[in-house]
């Protein structure tokens, strides 16, 4: 059994499109834990399509975000690498792709982040560029 540590998440990302720019931010509370020498946050997100169940499984070599619920999606980073996946909504499914520049993980603790630089490829014509910070700390005991 997995001990499973309550932690207070707090996820923003820098959203570069051309000259746009966008920035997304909240906060959630979430878990976290570690398995076969893997560390896991897993955290809810509130959307306008509904839930959304997020587990980030982070390694020394790459970093795993998993989505389910209103959303479905399994994104890989792994720096210098271009990876493929099946964006899955209510209404039909798009293809991303993602060619990560970097990651970056400071975890083990009662507090630790996730820093992920990639260029998200939608369709043949829209690329983004995004700087993601996953934050977590442990959240004090009552």
Known sequence: MRQETPVAIHVH???QNGSEEE???FTSDGFYYVRNGKTYLTYH????L???????????KEILVMRSGA??????????????TQYKLPFGQMKLQTETKDIHSDVGGPQGSVKMTYTMIVGENQEH???MTIRYKEEAKA
């Open 13 to 15: 990302s820098f959203i």
């Open 23 to 25: 920035s997304v931010e």
């Open 45 to 48: 997100e509130e959307h306008d």
């Open 50 to 60: 509904g839930k959304i169940k997020t587990v980030v499984k982070i390694t020394e």
């Open 71 to 84: 959303i479905q999606m399994k994104q890989r980073f792994i720096p210098g690498a271009s990876t493929i």
């Open 129 to 131: 560029v995004h700087n």
